[in-house]
């Protein structure tokens, strides 16, 4: 398995506050996602180029999903993969579990789900689907 991608995530009730904090510390918005009736939710990934290079920069994405029911924003960390499975069983080896309200979830374009460690980190194992 390889790590394809590693960013923070932030999921929240109030998007737009998120995303306007960001904004303000130099992000931008690079393109966003939306779920469908099944299951609803918002994706705003947004990028900001480190000072003086154009080849790495930084990512977070802001995540709204109503059905989460959550009293509070919720910090979680994006590790995308090349193979899903392979990520999904080594975690799950180590304790990880899905947290009630999250789920093995696809869309046309990618395979995740949210995973907590026994300490309570959650992380979102995501695989890109390439058509």
């Known amino acids: 398995m390889k790590i394809t991608g590693f960013n923070p995530q932030v999921i929240t009730k109030d998007p737009e506050a998120v995303i306007a904090v960001f904004e303000a510390l130099g992000f931008v918005r690079t393109h966003s996602k939306s779920g469908d009736d099944e299951f609803a939710f918002s994706s705003v990934r947004m990028e900001r ?9 930084f990512h977070v994405d802001v995540i709204s999903a109503p059905t989460n029911g959550l009293p509070r924003d919720l910090t979680t960390v994006r ?4 193979d899903f499975d392979a990520a999904y069983e080594l975690l799950k080896s180590r304790g990880f579990t899905e947290p009630p309200g999250f789920g093995k979830n696809e869309t046309p374009s990618s395979k995740y789900t949210y995973l907590a460690s026994p300490s309570g980190m959650i992380i979102d194992v995501c695989q890109h689907i390439k058509k």
């Open 79 to 82: 590790i995308n993969v090349d």
């Open 49 to 57: 180029k480190r000072d003086g290079s154009e080849d790495e920069d």
